[in-house]
């Protein structure tokens, strides 16, 4: 496998205020210091960034954003740019999940949120991903589609700062047993890993680091990690309980 591991936790709009964003963080901190050399990106909401920020002085848990605005500052009210997040220290920041998409969010604004999260020197989860399969294979053009747009003109060097995460949407936040299986994960790696190689270049691709998120939980992880060929998970409700999210880590980086 090549490419780095790394497991993301995906906060989405949890938990609801300063001081249970606080705790829980600290339950993810001694979640990542219990498991040898494990590396995580926290994405909590935007508001509680730069508190989290201040609770750790370590190198290996990175912060994240959730979703960035393509310009550097304007009337956009709701919006948060790139400087902003790296201002406040994030070194990361998701683009294109699927929640992002159904609101609205083409491939051409994540095409234009990629370019300015490099421009900006920050790493990028690019999230891609079917809503169903078909039989026929639609999914795959689909998908080959989100992440040839998105992206477009970025040179084979910037892919070094871009993290590919698939996540179906039919198997996001629901059970174990609902996830992807294995073995079609590991179809998918390989398909994604063409489509990069084909985009940029065969070593580029062949070091990319591809996530699977979509109902990841301590009893899949195991599976996943061992037969799926990815780098790691994007998780989401399983990243807001500290346990769940060290068994995970635990899967990740210690019984490969
Ligand atoms: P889930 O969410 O792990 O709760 O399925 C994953 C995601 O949406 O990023």
Redesign the pocket.
């Known amino acids: 496998m090549a490419g780095k591991h790394i497991v993301v936790a995906?906060w989405k709009m949890h938990p609801k205020t300063l001081a249970e964003a606080k705790h829980l963080f600290l339950g993810v901190k001694r979640a990542v210091s219990r498991v040898r050399s494990a590396e995580a990106v926290v994405c909590p909401p935007a508001a509680f960034l730069s508190e989290l920020r201040k609770l750790y002085a370590g190198k290996r848990i990175s912060f994240g954003g959730q979703d960035v605005h393509a310009e550097k500052s304007g009337s956009y009210t709701g919006s948060l740019s790139a400087p902003m997040l790296k201002s406040v220290g994030a070194k990361y920041v998701i683009i294109g999940?699927?929640?992002r998409r159904a609101a609205g969010e083409t491939n051409n604004d994540v095409q234009k949120k990629v370019r300015a999260a490099l421009d900006e020197r920050l790493a990028v989860i690019l999230c891609v991903g079917e809503q169903e399969r078909d039989h026929e294979g639609e999914y795959l053009t689909f998908i080959k589609e989100e992440l040839e747009v998105a992206l477009l003109g970025v040179a084979a060097d910037e892919l070094r700062r871009v993290v590919i995460a698939y996540?179906p949407i039919w198997a996001?936040?629901?059970s174990a047993a609902a996830a992807m299986k294995p073995h079609d994960l590991h179809q998918i790696a390989l398909f994604i890993r063409k489509v990069l190689s084909e985009c940029f270049n065969r070593e580029a691709a062949l070091k990319a680091t591809v996530l699977y998120?979509?109902?990841?939980e301590p009893e899949n992880c195991g599976v996943l990690i061992k037969n799926g060929d990815v780098n790691g998970f994007?998780?989401?409700?399983?990243s807001l309980d500290p346990t769940s999210f060290g068994d995970i880590l635990a899967c990740v980086y210690e019984k490969r």
């Open positions: 995906n999940h699927s929640e996540e996001i936040g629901r998120g979509g109902s990841v994007l998780l989401g409700h399983a």
